[in-house]
């Protein structure tokens, strides 16, 4: 039997040629794929589209293991938290803590195959959070599969290494155990003066690495009086940064876009449900067919009240949660309102 689960770190694909090893219990192939239980028998040659092989009965040989895509596998939902640059690093790591804590009943491993949650950090704070979500792993029971859930990064540069004093580099990100990189916020964009040519060699240089881009795309300006212009206008606005994204990443690479109108960042309530559900209908217009998985969220004072009956649950992807979400109460009261409609799906 082969049993799929939605590991923390995310399938990763590619060929893998084992070639007659013999297989021994809990042995991890490649760093991505963990093989847990083995009995005896022959030999399989190929396995295709996989996750995590938690169970092997009556194998003795694997040949070859041949992955669907070079990419992580994105869910039917996802709700993304970045914490900017407001947490201290205890705060942060307590903050962690709290969100894995079962009593909180945040992290929910049944929901695994369809909601995941992702955690964005500063940079300082990546490793201590990738221990604590080892950690968390590593005590759970025979019988609990592996949360959904992830560690992201809130911004990288667009080459791997070379001197580029105060860059972070895409593969130093991959390493320490991200698999999301937030790219192209507002705040990028008006205080670094980042370009959309940039921000797509970001995207770029971050699927080299296997990870998923996170490009934040939104009109700078507040809507006006008529609803058809103002939607129209947004969808122009992030068009432009969309296409640049797409061009530069590979057809199969998964991508996540986050409606952010940089004009709701911030503020005591976020933009309205209509305004929203028809500017992202537009951003997936733009986006059309592609081979690889694109997401797309809202964000923009996104926070508990948004997502249920009348909101954006049929609209969007999922949200990219800021201020709103940095007490748990918060968090939960979101993921509530997002379970309920997988539930009812």
């Known amino acids: 039997m082969l049993k799929s689960t939605f590991p923390s770190t995310l399938p990763y694909t590619g060929t893998l040629s084992i070639l007659g090893l013999p297989l021994t219990n809990t042995q991890t ?25 938690t169970t092997i009965t009556t194998i003795t040989t694997i040949t070859t293991i041949t992955m669907a895509s070079n990419y992580p596998i994105l ?40 909601l995941l949650l992702a955690l964005i950090p500063d940079f ?28 992201g990064a809130q911004d990288c540069f667009w080459e791997p290494q070379g001197a580029y004093t105060g860059e972070v580099s895409p593969a130093s990100i991959r390493a320490l155990g991200c698999t999301i990189v937030e790219l192209g916020h507002a705040e990028r964009r008006s205080i670094f003066n980042e370009s959309d040519d940039q921000t797509a060699r970001k995207a770029a240089a971050t699927c080299a690495q296997h990870m998923v881009p996170l490009v934040c795309v939104g009109e700078v300006t507040a809507p006006g009086p008529v609803a058809s212009q103002a939607v129209g206008q947004a969808v122009d606005e992030c068009a ?17 876009f986050a ?4 004009w709701a960042i911030g503020q005591p309530k976020p933009a309205g449900v209509d305004h ?8 997936r217009a733009v986006i059309g067919e592609r081979p690889g998985t694109a997401r797309v969220l809202y964000g923009g004072s996104a926070g508990p009240g948004l997502w249920g009956a009348g909101g954006l649950g049929k609209a ?28 009812v799906a």
């Not at 968390?136 to 029971?141: C, H, I, P, R």
């Not at 929203?276 to 951003?283: D, P, R, S, T």
């Not at 990219?320 to 993921?335: D, Y």
């Open 29 to 53: 192939i490649n760093s991505h794929i963990t093989i847990t239980t083995i009995t005896t028998i022959t030999t399989i040659t190929t396995i295709t589209t996989i996750t995590t092989i």
């Open 75 to 114: 869910p039917e939902k996802l709700l993304l938290i970045s914490l900017k640059m407001y947490f201290t690093p205890e705060r942060t790591l307590t903050y962690l803590r709290d969100l894995l804590n079962p009593s909180n009943e945040i992290v929910h491993p049944a929901n695994s195959d369809k």
């Open 124 to 151: 300082l704070t990546i490793w201590p959070c990738a221990q604590i979500l080892k950690e968390y792993e590593a005590n759970l029971g025979p019988s609990q599969s592996t949360p959904p859930f992830l560690l």
């Open 240 to 256: 432009v940064l969309v296409r640049a994204v797409l061009a530069a990443i590979p057809d199969d690479a998964p991508v996540i």
């Open 259 to 262: 409606y952010e109108p940089v």
């Open 276 to 283: 929203v559900a028809a500017v992202v209908q537009g951003i």
């Open 316 to 343: 969007v992807d999922g949200m990219f949660l800021g201020r709103f979400a940095h007490e748990i109460k918060g968090v939960r009261e979101v993921v509530r309102e997002v379970e309920e409609t997988l539930t």
